[in-house]
């Protein structure tokens, strides 16, 4: 069975500094993982996906995120956080062979002045 | 490329009252999806359909919710009758079966059960 586990409800970073989104997954087969961004009473936004081609994958607005088989990881980071970066995070993962999609719980983001 | 509609944006009722939610995904979309977002939670997928089929329905309350895709293209979710705990923001995603697993959301439906 699949499972999506967001190691944090909260995260707060200052305005220019390094953002790092924790996320673990649980899957029987090779999963397609994703992260949205979901910013307040907006529609949840595709940021960027993993589907077994490249490891590092880039999104947009300068997000990226690392698949690691070994760790069974797929953290979000951005380099430089921005203030119109404050939203809610959520990653999902996706068995390709049946379409069950699982959402974690989320993260909310904090970007501080 | 428009994007998923859906309507209305807010409703509020009193428990024990009907209401009914409706989506139009992309165009051309074969997958369309519903799910609940209870404030704090991340969304929790009640129906996939595919075209006019139902492909996962396993976490609906079937109950007092039905969905419905009759010409394979718009929706139309309906809870009848509403308890205070469906409060929540009830979401539309569509995606092209060549793009499967990318689901394109819509704005949501405020739902407040008074």
């Known amino acids: 069975a699949q499972s999506v586990t967001q190691l944090d409800s909260h995260v707060s970073v200052s305005e220019g500094t390094p953002v790092l989104l924790r996320c673990n997954y649980s899957?029987?087969?090779?999963?397609?993982l994703f992260w949205y961004v979901q910013h307040p009473n907006k529609g949840l936004q595709l940021l960027l996906k993993?589907?077994?081609?490249?490891?590092l994958v880039k999104g947009i607005n300068g997000f990226e995120a690392e698949f690691k088989k070994s760790e069974t990881s797929f953290h979000l980071t951005k380099p430089s956080a921005h203030m119109s970066d404050a939203a809610e995070y959520f990653c999902?993962?996706?068995?390709?062979?049946?379409?069950?999609?699982?959402f974690g719980k989320g993260t909310r983001l904090h970007i501080l002045p | 490329e428009a994007g998923v509609a859906q309507s209305p944006r807010y409703k509020i009722i009193e428990k024990r009252q009907s209401v009914a939610f409706w989506c139009n995904p992309i165009?051309?979309?074969?997958?369309l999806y519903w799910y609940q977002q209870i404030l704090g939670q991340g969304p929790k997928l009640l129906i996939q359909?595919?075209?006019?089929?139902?492909?996962?329905d396993s976490q609906l309350p079937k109950d007092r919710f039905s969905a419905e895709r009759l010409k394979g293209v718009d929706s139309t979710l309906k809870i009848q009758p509403a308890k205070l705990e469906d409060s929540a923001v009830y979401l539309c995603?569509?995606?092209?079966?060549?793009?499967?697993?990318?689901?394109?959301f819509g704005a949501g439906t405020r739902l407040s059960v008074l």
């Open positions: 995603a569509s995606s092209s079966l060549a793009g499967r697993n990318i689901q394109y």
């Open positions: 899957s029987s087969y090779s999963p397609s």
């Open positions: 993993y589907t077994s081609a490249a490891t």
């Open positions: 999902v993962v996706s068995d390709p062979w049946d379409d069950k999609i699982i």
């Open positions: 165009s051309g979309h074969a997958t």
């Open positions: 359909f595919q075209n006019n089929g139902v492909v996962d």
